[in-house]
């Protein structure tokens, strides 16, 4: 997560001339110090990287592509892992019922889980922080109705919503969606239960910073409201963000893993991670144990690196704690 | 206090007034009732015939008075792909989610409040680290995944516990219990950790950090000098004063531990309501799906409400500032 960081704040800085001495103020910055203080926030972070890069790179690595049924063999079925007595080359991690590659599999498990987490996250980042900024700098009505929606949406687990606004999706569309239509219902599932912690912490910080001289003098010279807003508020309000972020990729990666292990979510023809797991675990008690065994560690790993870089980024932007 | 109960209870009401509409919606205009019910060559004619015996040709408010008049007294219709009532099915199957619940709410407070303790008092120890990175695993990993972890290791390798159903059950009266048979109780446990592990970790850590700031508070220096001993100090003073807010936190979880039961239900293919609702969601069965929210947002509403009561009953300070703020 460490380069949403440099990317983000990246974009913030208007002309490319800067970006040297940009960075150079990063290797500098007290969050940069925190972080190489920290052991345990530098392997998080080297994890986290690795399998952002595994993800991406997928069809580079993988030894098959696990979406293609013309490049699966029956034959390979049913492998254990390379190291095991029955292991064969070049199946590192085995196969599963249809010789299917398990690493391969995981790589582009991982790549659609990364991706759905990842639009999720922004999904609901950008409808939280609207709706945020609405609340908080109209006030009023406006932000009553909001604030009163995102009390009510809090009272209920996210899981449930997810599930909810899923079947809403699926009987408005049709039950037989194709793959592709799945990752929207997806990604909008997602989105619509994790907005509310953006909402909520955006308004709090638009109602602080609207008093302020600056946003008065905006108004003065007669900038329109949604100008100020997105300009002059909200960069302002980044720091919370970014690690409500971070701490809800790891949600929104669950979520969907959970969904998919539930069988609402992503077909068997396009795995994520958690499709994998379900498929993996009708052959547990046939003692084909890889087949779920190694992309449960993959998403356990993927989750535990993201929420110590989460913690680690909580406690690093918080001036109070320093 | 009585105003403030009173405006409680109307947000309640407001609250399920909102989700009666979504419900109802999601009864009413996601997929055509009368499709579900009928078969493909029906004619016209007859669809129509259907669609005026279920009320469905009146006006909308009107369709939407008799939704919740029906929904009061838990009519919520005929389930589409098991051509039986809702509710028939819903209580059939709610004795199983409910004796989950309670059975992993227990397994949580009880190891949750142990370990919080210990890792209060020997702050410093191997165990207490250990139970430090055990609670981060629990909060990191997904439920299913500990599920099918625990089935791996005492199903399929040790052979010592079922790995899914609810073993034999008893009847008393309409409700069902696994309670009494030797084979329902070995059935219960791994749901039950699977289910409670997350709570439990979320109340080890609330009581760690309450112990730990009560024991730094006066009067137990106090009960020190006086001379007690330590385990009265600890157990009589101290963990006396850390379970208020342990007992609030895990009654307004429990409403969490009744949905999150959906994927434990699904792990161990436990017939609960949970495991009813994602087969629902799987077949598009609308009805079901809405009469789980309505039923579930119900306990969610009323433990939230009871607890507020409560709250301002035991602590009358917060009853001063929330008069002052209104």
């Known amino acids: ?322 | 206090m009585l105003a403030f109960t009173l405006r409680r209870a109307v947000q309640a009401i407001g609250v399920m007034f909102a989700v009666g509409i979504i419900a109802f919606s999601m009864f009413r205009f996601a997929g055509d009732p009368v499709n579900q019910i009928v078969s493909i060559d029906t004619s016209a004619a007859e669809r129509e015939a259907v669609r005026k015996s279920l009320g469905l040709d009146d006006p909308v408010p009107v369709q939407f008075v008799r939704y919740f008049a029906d929904a009061a007294q838990f009519k919520f219709g005929v389930s589409y792909q098991f051509r039986q009532p809702v509710s028939a099915l819903l209580s059939e199957r709610m004795p199983a989610t409910l004796e989950l619940a309670i059975c992993a709410t227990v397994f949580a407070m009880v190891f949750g409040i142990l370990m919080g303790v210990y890792s209060a008092l020997k702050r410093d120890t191997a165990l207490a680290k250990l139970f430090q990175a055990v609670s981060l695993i629990g909060i990191s990993l997904p439920t299913f995944l500990i599920g099918i972890l625990l089935i791996y290791l005492f199903a399929v390798t040790l052979g010592w516990l079922p790995s899914f159903g609810r073993g034999e059950v008893v009847k008393l009266g309409w409700w069902t219990t696994g309670l009494l048979t030797l084979s329902g109780l070995k059935a219960l446990i791994m749901p039950s950790i699977t289910l409670g592990l997350f709570q439990m970790t979320l109340i080890m850590r609330l009581v760690r950090a309450e112990m730990l700031e009560v024991l730094r508070t006066d009067y137990i220096r106090f009960a020190r000098a006086r001379g007690l001993t330590t385990r009265a100090i600890h157990f009589g003073h101290a963990l006396k004063n850390t379970l208020i807010p342990v007992i609030t936190v895990a009654g307004l979880q429990f409403g969490s531990v009744i949905a999150f039961s959906i994927i434990t239900e699904t792990v161990f293919q436990w017939p609960g309501m949970g495991l009813l609702f994602v087969q629902a969601v799987q077949n598009v069965d609308i009805p079901i799906m809405a009469a789980y929210l309505l039923m579930v947002s119900l306990i969610f509403v009323t433990i939230n409400l009871v607890v507020d009561i409560l709250y301002t009953v035991v602590d009358p300070r917060l009853r001063a500032t929330v008069g002052r703020a209104a």
């Open chain 1, 1 to 322: 997560m460490s380069d949403a960081v440099v990317s983000n704040s990246n974009g913030q800085s208007t002309q490319p001339a800067h970006a040297r001495g940009w960075l150079s103020r990063a290797l500098d910055s007290d969050v940069f110090y925190s972080f190489r203080r920290s052991k345990l926030t530098m392997v998080a972070a080297t994890i986290t990287v690795l399998f952002f890069l595994l993800a991406i790179f997928a069809s580079v690595l993988a030894v098959q592509n696990p979406f293609d049924p013309a490049q699966l063999q029956l034959m390979n079925s049913r492998i254990s892992p390379l190291w095991t007595a029955d292991g064969q080359s070049p199946f590192l991690l085995g196969t599963d019922e249809q010789g299917r590659d398990v690493f391969s599999a995981i790589l582009y498990g991982m790549r659609i889980s990364l991706a759905v987490g990842v639009a999720g996250v922004i999904f609901a980042g950008a409808l939280g922080i609207a709706l945020g900024l609405i609340a908080g700098y109209f006030g009023g009505a406006v932000d009553g109705v909001i604030m009163r929606i995102a009390d009510v949406q809090l009272t209920f687990p996210a899981i449930l919503i997810a599930l909810l606004v899923n079947g809403i999706a699926k009987s408005i569309l049709g039950n037989r969606l194709d793959a592709t239509s799945m990752l929207f219902v997806l990604v909008i599932s997602i989105g619509l239960s994790f907005w509310v912690g953006y909402a909520r912490t955006v308004r709090g910080s638009v109602m602080v910073e609207k008093n302020k001289d600056y946003v008065a003098a905006a108004q003065l010279i007669g900038l329109p409201a949604p100008k100020i807003m997105l300009r002059h508020v909200l960069p302002n309000t980044m720091g919370p963000i970014l690690v409500i972020a971070t701490i809800n990729l790891a949600l929104a990666i669950i979520t969907e893993a959970t969904l998919s292990f539930l069988g609402v979510g992503l077909p068997d023809t396009m795995p994520s991670l958690g499709t994998l797991i379900r498929i993996g675990n009708n052959y547990l008690f046939a003692g084909e144990w890889w087949i779920v065994a190694f992309p449960g560690l993959a998403l356990a790993a993927l989750i535990l690196s993201i929420n110590l870089l989460g913690d680690w980024l909580r406690d690093a932007l918080n001036p109070k704690l320093r």
